[in-house]
């Protein structure tokens, strides 16, 4: 630039120092052809220019060197820059996706950072409850105790109608800063079927107790006392009638057992739902011995599922009938055929309250404990029949109308939609 200057300087003295000397259009002739060369000395030096910084090998090569790594610095550090931001986002990706609420705490317990899970788990907000001590928003004393020493087991503490275990890990490898990462996990449903299965071996076991007691002392009654023999066939025949209830109770839980275990549909074979009906019909009556009036109508009837299971579901709902209806009582059988083939069966007992509907299918659920035993009922027969439906895609309905004062019809229906083969 200087260069160029200095030469525009030289240019305008040389022109006046011309238009003295010589004639002024020579000096202007003169000036004009300086001017062109001028321009064209410039052109040059900007495409030389421009060149350059295309192609850096144009450069002089010490500055080129420089030039490339510099160059190559910074690609690399944009590159590095650009992995590490995918990185966190990735991170932050792997962290909400968790299921478990995860805290990082600091030295004072206070929360530094905590994932999507957290903060719906706990209600919280990211912006408002950041920086707060976690025992202020985990108000529970198991919790604070495990927060001073983690060495204490686990908490599992139910807030707001779920149920949280909470698990404190140190966060640093030295254990130097004191910061801690805590996790909470909702086992709330963990927590629903320990507890069912608790009751259920509680269950079984109290309901084999009652008929092993029994047996055990008749047994010991026999075996001492020199009992005359119509008494003696009495406690043998009160033995037999315990014994065939353990064996119904342990039938039906082995039926109950297999269904819950086999993951496989049942059996795919067409099946005569009609003549599964007669046949169970025929047993019902034998197990009325006449006490009651039956009713049938059977359309024939097929359905692609286990014969075995639609026995056992039907074989329930009729002998419910007979042992719910008092002596006198109509039970009606019903079987229509057709794209769903519907199985009903409806009695004039006493009916069914609507609070005791929906639990009916609970395992060991009874509404009259004591009618449930002297009939022999195991309490599982409901839930038979509610997991035959289930693995047949057939809808379970119950329906009752609770015995009143006046005369007006009463009684419960059982009914099976099962999908039919027309
Ligand atoms: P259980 O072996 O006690 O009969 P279920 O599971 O078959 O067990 O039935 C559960 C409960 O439902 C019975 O204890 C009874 O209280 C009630 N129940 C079932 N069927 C009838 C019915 N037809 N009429 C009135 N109550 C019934």
């Not at 966190?88 to 609420?101: C, E, H, L, S, Y």
Request: glycine share 6%.
């Amino acid at each position: 630039m200087n260069r160029l200057l200095h030469n525009v300087g030289a240019l305008a003295a040389l022109s006046i120092t011309l238009s003295v000397i010589w004639t002024p259009w020579i000096a202007v002739v003169t000036l004009c052809v300086l001017c062109v060369w001028l321009t064209r000395q410039v052109t040059q030096r900007d495409e030389a220019a421009q060149q350059l910084l295309r192609e850096p090998t144009a450069v002089p090569r010490p500055f080129a060197e420089v030039m490339a790594t510099v160059r190559s610095t910074l690609k690399e550090s944009a590159q590095h820059l650009k992995d590490r931001d995918a990185e966190i986002a990735q991170r932050k990706q792997i962290t909400n996706a968790v299921p478990d609420g995860l805290f990082l705490l600091d030295a004072g317990g206070r929360i530094v950072w905590c994932n999507q899970a957290a903060l719906v788990m706990h209600s919280l907000d990211a912006f408002r409850d950041m920086g707060k001590p976690i025992a202020q928003l985990v108000r529970a004393p198991e919790f604070a105790a495990y927060l001073e020493d983690d060495s204490l087991p686990e908490p599992v503490i139910t807030l707001g109608g779920r149920t949280l275990l909470f698990h404190l890990e140190r966060s640093d490898g030295n254990g130097n800063s004191g910061a801690r990462l805590l996790l909470t996990r909702d086992v709330t449903e963990r927590e629903k079927l320990d507890r069912m299965r608790r009751d259920f071996v509680a269950n079984v076991s109290h309901e084999l107790r009652t008929p092993l007691t029994v047996v055990g002392g008749f047994v010991e009654t026999l075996t001492d006392l020199p009992l005359e023999e119509p008494e003696r066939t009495r406690y043998l025949h009160l033995i037999a009638t315990q014994t065939g209830n353990m064996q119904r109770l342990v039938e039906d839980l082995l039926t109950l057992a297999r269904m819950e275990n086999d993951q496989l549909p049942p059996e795919t074979s067409l099946t005569d739902v009609s003549q599964i009906a007669r046949d169970v019909l025929a047993d019902a009556e034998a197990l009325s011995s006449g006490a009651h009036t039956f009713v049938a109508s059977i359309e024939p009837a097929q359905v692609l599922g286990s014969a075995f299971e639609l026995r056992s579901a039907l074989g329930n709902l009729l002998s419910n009938a007979v042992r719910y209806t008092p002596a006198g009582g109509r039970i009606t059988l019903t079987v229509k055929g057709g794209e769903t083939v519907i199985v009903e069966v409806n009695d004039s007992g006493a009916g069914i309250a609507a609070e005791h509907i929906p639990r009916l299918t609970e395992r060991f659920y009874r509404i009259d404990r004591s009618r449930s035993r002297e009939t022999g009922g195991t309490g599982l027969g409901l839930a038979i029949v509610k997991h035959v439906a289930q693995r047949h895609r057939a809808k379970f309905e119950i329906e009752s109308i609770v015995q009143g004062s006046s005369n007006e019809p009463h009684g419960s229906t059982f009914r099976l939609r099962i999908p039919g083969v027309p």
